[in-house]
């Protein structure tokens, strides 16, 4: 925490488990799109830019959480939108070759599910079902890993708002610390 007491300590999103979940996302997405899409198809420009900014919002929004929590609430939402833009290529992706989309609790789905709660979760727990599979069931996979990752952003956000209200932003802590210096 800095020495006036006002600015919280921030920037700790590599302990996040939505940005864990998104840096997943977005190198699985990056290995998709070089498999199953043509190099000039707009569509993985797209795909990849999304799947980045999910990621990068996530960052820069705990970066700037210290000095402001609207501006951390508004880019964890920029990225929750990101990955739902994602999640809507990859159904397209699904219904365009004539896949089945997974249901919620389907065999596959759920077995994907579980392997996010292995304490060493990383790309490399899904990396022999990225390069092996086809592309619907790739696709169906990475849209199992979005919805997990939507659902962690939806409790951040949650819990941002409830911070915000409990605890406050800045300009809030600047005046309650000015007021403490000064005695008031």
Sequence with gaps: MAESGFIPTHG?????RSYKASVIIY???VLFCRRFLEKRDRTVDQMVQAARSGKQNIIEGSMASGTSKETEIKLTNVARASLEELLEDYRDYIRNHQGELWTKDSREA???RRLVHRPDNSYETYREFF???NGVVCAN???CLIH???YLLDNQIRRLEKDFMEQGGLRERMSNARRKHRGY
Excluded: P, S
């Design 148 to 150: 997990q990752c939507n």
């Design 141 to 143: 996979i990475i849209i």
């Design 110 to 112: 759920l077995y994907v």
């Design 12 to 16: 700790n999103y590599k302990e996040l």
């Design 27 to 29: 190198d699985a997405t």
């Design 131 to 133: 390069e092996t599979r």
